[in-house]
């Protein structure tokens, strides 16, 4: 596991200093929430590159429900872990699989990663639609969630509101990483920051791209995601992670 320079510290930034909050991929379980153009697919790209640079050797999975423009560079890539629409249900199973085969004595320890981008947008859609696939989904999810730290099987999940619908009993605790992007109302603070909701500074007016980090056991941090510069070499280095037929 290894410990990557992910987010801007924004109280830093605003004295001029760019200094770096970390992420330690061993909490493999990192949810950002945010609404719609606050920048979570954005964030998403951001550690899914990191990841592709701290640990190489990632098998990555993408699922794309709504079809996100900064997810476009998959989408036609022959052979990646890029599943779009419904077929992201094939996606987490597959996520879902090496998670089993790996309960049940496969000794193989590759991290590997699976980013879900919309996800109350794909649980509600099958919600209205197949309820008996939408709870099949969300009982893989919350086994990854629950039994995926020392396994090996990590989760990104973006979510414009981790409600109990969408991530029912306690599954929302398991998160050890939790981003909230923009301005945020007073639930979905609470729903993603709990206490720490308190150190959230009244005149904070939110922002594309700007918000806050809580990693279990540290305190709550400002942050503003950094804007990439080279968007063709950071895609790069994803598709590297997302295309492989070794796994
Ligand atoms: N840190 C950032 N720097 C520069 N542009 C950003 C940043 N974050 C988001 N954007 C831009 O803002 C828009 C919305 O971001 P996006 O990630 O699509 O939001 P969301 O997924 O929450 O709807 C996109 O066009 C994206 O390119
Ligand atoms: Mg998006």
């Keep these: 596991m290894a410990k990557v320079n992910l987010l801007l510290d924004d109280v830093m930034l605003n004295m001029g200093i760019r200094h770096f ?7 493999n379980r990192v949810l950002i929430v945010g609404q719609s153009g606050s920048g979570k697919s954005y964030c998403g790209l951001l550690l ?38 419904t077929q992201c249900i094939e996606g987490l199973a597959k996520v879902h699989n090496i998670l089993r085969q790996r309960l049940e004595g496969d000794k193989n320890r590759q991290p590997v990663f699976i980013f879900i981008d919309e996800y109350n947008s794909m649980i509600l859609h099958l919600l209205a639609y197949d309820k008996k696939q939408a709870s099949i ?7 990854i969630l629950f039994m995926g730290r020392s396994l090996q099987v990590g989760l990104i999940c973006s979510c414009q509101r981790p409600d109990t619908t969408v991530l029912p009993s306690g599954s ?6 939790r981003i909230g992007l923009s ?14 909701k308190e150190q959230i500074p009244q005149d ?21 995601v ?7 070499k ?14």
């Design 226 to 232: 950094p804007t990439i510069n080279n968007m063709p």
């Design 48 to 85: 899914m590159a990191q990841l592709a640079i701290a640990l190489p050797c990632t098998k990555l999975f993408v699922l794309d429900y709504k079809g996100a423009e900064e997810l476009d560079f998959l989408r036609s890539i022959e052979g990646s872990r890029y599943y779009y629409y």
């Design 172 to 177: 929302r605790d398991q998160f050890a990483v």
């Design 137 to 143: 989904c969300q009982s893989q999810l919350n086994d």
């Design 21 to 27: 909050v970390s992420w330690d991929t061993k909490n």
């Design 183 to 196: 301005s945020l109302s007073r639930e979905a603070k609470e729903m993603v920051f709990g206490d720490a």
């Design 204 to 224: 904070f007016t939110g922002g594309q791209s700007k918000g806050f980090m809580l990693t279990d056991g540290k305190p709550l941090r400002q942050v503003r």
């Design 234 to 247: 950071l895609q790069r280095l994803i598709l590297k992670s997302a295309v492989d037929d070794t796994i």
